[in-house]
């Protein structure tokens, strides 16, 4: 079956931070592989491991039971020595001295522009999108998100149900260091008064300080700030709702755990599908692609114009949000105007 595919021997890789569903995109991808008869190695560490030929030799059984894990069996790495030229380099060697003569790199968008410089060096690559930030242009949705957004929510909720016993205000950090959709995603599904992104400019005291007041005057009795990490510093925002308003204020950061735990229904079935049709590309002979999300259509894009595009923030779902918290009918009738 082999010589009927334009590879034989293909690599697979995770790089990055990491994200549920990584390891259901790794299971589906060898799984395909080993279906199609073509040899799969999984790198560890991403791109470092593919500089350091930190390989391992994957088939049917070595993906058994993962497509529930949460992390990633190859675990993940950011490689400074990868982004140079003698990096990149020495990583496009290892791939013609192994005769790998395709790559799948499951990650984010500097995943793919490490994987671009890899085609530039005559490097079959495929890209799968796997970011719990949802902040890459060309897919509607990236592999994690979901399961980030719910660890979240799960968490806020738990936190809601303490502030309003004690009528507190929560301000909580989700990550986002230059996008917000997850905490846009976060804010909208607990309820929050208050959602803070880095695309979005703030007047602090007009747009948090006195929306609080105006809440508190509404009969509100506790508050909730999601902040995205990239907008400001969460500790920073309670430190300054607690002196202007008075409110008892308790500042909580996710972290990591946002990262972790089993992946949703959809982050498996979205991982599990773009893994197999990374390798059925390579498999057709196509490079330098990235499998992408349009609707809920699978398709496939030349990376170069993958990376040119920018992703928008969705201001309108924001504004929405914004005049539901409070009442503004002036924004929410315009919204309908503008639809
Ligand atoms: P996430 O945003 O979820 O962390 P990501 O893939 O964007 O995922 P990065 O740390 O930006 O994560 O990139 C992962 C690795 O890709 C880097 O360690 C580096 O080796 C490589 N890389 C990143 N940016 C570039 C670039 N501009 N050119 C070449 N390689 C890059």
Redesign the pocket.
């Known amino acids: 079956m082999s010589n009927e595919t334009a590879v034989s021997r293909i690599g697979v890789l995770t790089?990055?931070?990491d994200?549920p569903g990584m390891n259901a995109a790794i299971r589906g991808a060898v799984r395909t592989a080993a279906c199609l008869e073509i040899e799969c190695i999984g790198i560890r560490h991403?791109?470092a491991g593919l500089i350091n030929g930190d390989f391992i030799k994957m088939d049917q059984a070595s993906v058994k039971g993962i497509t529930g894990r949460g992390g990633t069996m190859l675990y993940t790495?950011?490689?400074?020595e990868?982004?140079t030229k003698e990096g990149?380099k020495k990583a496009a060697d290892t791939c013609n001295n192994m005769g790998i003569d395709g790559l799948v790199v499951i990650?984010?968008?500097?995943?793919f522009?490490?994987a671009m410089?890899l085609a530039h060096h005559d490097i079959s690559v495929v890209g799968i999108p796997c970011?719990?930030?949802n902040d890459i242009a060309c897919t509607s949705y990236t592999i994690g998100f979901d399961t980030a957004c719910n660890t979240a929510v799960d968490a806020v909720d738990k936190l809601n149900d303490t502030m309003q016993s004690h009528e507190r205000c929560s301000v909580v950090e989700v990550m986002g260091r230059r996008a917000g959709h997850l905490a846009l995603g976060v804010g909208l599904a607990t309820g929050a008064t208050i959602i803070m992104v880095p695309e979005v400019k703030y007047d602090f005291e007009v747009d948090v300080i006195e929306r609080i007041r105006a809440a508190r005057l509404a009969g509100r009795s506790n508050f909730t700030v999601i902040v995205a990490e990239g907008a400001e510093r969460g500790s920073d925002v309670a430190d300054k709702i607690a002196k202007a308003t008075g409110i008892d204020t308790r500042f909580t950061s996710l972290g990591h755990i946002q990262r972790g735990g089993s992946p949703h229904v959809r982050d498996r079935v979205v991982a599990t599908s773009m893994g197999f049709k990374a390798v059925s590309l390579l498999a057709a002979g196509r490079k330098s692609r990235i499998v992408a999300m349009r609707g809920d259509k699978y398709i496939d894009l030349d990376i170069h114009e993958a990376l040119s595009l920018t992703k928008e923030f969705d201001y309108e779902l924001y504004k929405s949000f914004s005049a539901l918290t409070f009442l503004d009918k002036n924004t929410l009738m315009q919204s309908f105007k503008d639809a």
């Open positions: 790089s990055g931070g994200a991403g791109y790495a950011r490689s400074p990868f982004n990149c990650g984010g968008d500097g995943t522009r490490g410089d970011t719990i930030d």
